[in-house]
């Protein structure tokens, strides 16, 4: 769309929760403003490789060297971030003389970005800080550097949240890595910045969003303030994320995704469930889209926690404007990915029977499967992803 940037002023907003968030059309050039105020000087800008070679890049980097910010750039990040990755940028802040991190990509690069934030100053190793117990109390605090993040998908939600997912290569297993203050000081969420995705990418990290929002609400956790935006969230999803994907210069969808998308970070801070916790083991033996993967595996699970969850998705049906309940609720979810041209089977993953003990084993192990509503282990998840490979909800 063409329209100028003030036609978009009714969707622009500075928010305080659960960081400094400039949201708005054009508000990428406030990116140096945003950097000082978080204290940075000497910023390390961190984004995956495809997007380094990209004109928004190019922009970003003229935006830090116009006013008088000496940046590099670091782009060394797989799809799934892996621990070598991490290890690298952390080389590069160091040897750089870095004193922050912009974070600009979809959720592997602001993944990889907070990351090597929290870990270069740090002389333990990053696995040492993995989502346990009171593992993250390991951490200098003190020695964290300052994060500006700026998303280029409407999916993760990572720009918001105060962990990072990375791939431990030697047992293949995606590990959670989280400290309080690996929360971005500042968050630049400007619409126009997503407009180029393309629309399989686009559906695919909307359908991420989703799952977030969904597994959120429908946790056991007691959380109510996570219930109410989770489900905010989803209705943004139902009614932007088609008009996102037909018309990707469409701003105004494009504003909403990406209000979406940080909602389901914020939501899921009470929990998620098997969805993630299958999709977990299959995007780190396979290197698959994460939102591309929880989207196959939406609807299985969805008619798996049934017994738990059909009175509140009753409840989100009828938020939703959608008739007859959870059948309902399940109905559009599966209307919603045949739309997207999302594979409806879990074969078009690449998964192989032949390794479903093991995928089920890692994602038994998963964390986010103690947040499922209905409980599972291992047997339970073997026998989801064996629905998942038949097509058969």
């Not at 910045?193 to 686009?202: D, F, K, M």
């Not at 008009?243 to 940080?262: C, F, K, T």
Request: hydrophobic share 50%; charged share 20%.
């Amino acid at each position: 769309m063409s329209a100028p940037a003030d036609a978009y002023r009714h969707l622009r907003a500075n928010w305080s929760y659960p960081t400094a968030v400039r949201f708005g059309v054009g508000r990428l050039k406030e990116l140096a403003g945003a950097c000082r105020a978080a204290g940075i000087a000497r910023p390390l800008v961190v984004t995956d490789p495809g997007l380094a070679k990209l004109p928004l890049l190019a922009q970003v980097m003229d935006l830090l060297k116009e006013a008088g910010l000496p940046a590099a750039l670091f782009s060394q990040i797989k799809p799934n971030p892996e621990g070598r990755n991490i290890d690298d940028g952390v080389a590069a802040f160091r040897s750089g003389g870095h004193d922050g991190v912009v974070a600009i990509g979809g959720g592997s690069a602001l993944d990889a970005g907070k990351a090597i934030a929290f870990q270069a100053g740090q002389t333990r190793p990053l696995w040492d800080f993995e989502d346990i117990g009171d593992w993250w109390t390991r951490a200098d605090a003190a020695a964290i550097a300052p994060i500006v993040a700026v998303p280029t998908t409407a999916g993760t939600g990572s720009e918001v949240g105060r962990a990072s997912v990375v791939t431990h290569e030697p047992t293949r297993t995606k590990k959670i890595i989280f400290h309080p203050k690996m929360l971005p000081a500042i968050v630049i969420a400007d619409p126009a910045v997503t407009a180029g995705l393309p629309a399989n990418i686009t559906a695919w990290t909307g359908m991420d969003a989703l799952a977030h929002n969904l597994e959120a609400y429908s946790s056991t956790y007691h959380h109510p303030l996570g219930d109410g935006i989770a489900v905010e969230g989803m209705r943004l999803v139902k009614e932007w994320l088609p008009r996102a994907v037909a018309d990707g210069s469409d701003l105004e969808a494009r504003a909403h995704m990406l209000a979406a998308a940080s909602m389901g970070a914020i939501a899921f801070q009470k929990g998620l469930g098997a969805i993630h916790a299958l999709s977990h083991p299959v995007g780190a033996v396979y290197d698959t889209h994460h939102g591309l993967t929880n989207a196959v595996f939406m609807p299985y699970v969805l008619a798996f926690n049934r017994p738990a969850v059909a009175a509140k998705l009753d409840r989100a049906a009828a938020y939703l404007g959608l008739e007859g309940g959870f059948d309902g609720f399940l109905a559009w979810v599966l209307e919603l990915r045949a739309q997207l041209n999302i594979p409806h089977a879990a074969g078009a993953l690449g998964i192989e029977p032949a390794r479903l003990d093991m995928l089920a084993e890692m994602a038994a192990a998963d964390p986010t499967a103690g947040g499922n509503p209905v409980k599972v282990g291992a047997a339970e998840l073997r026998g989801l992803y064996e629905r998942a490979l038949a097509g058969t909800v």
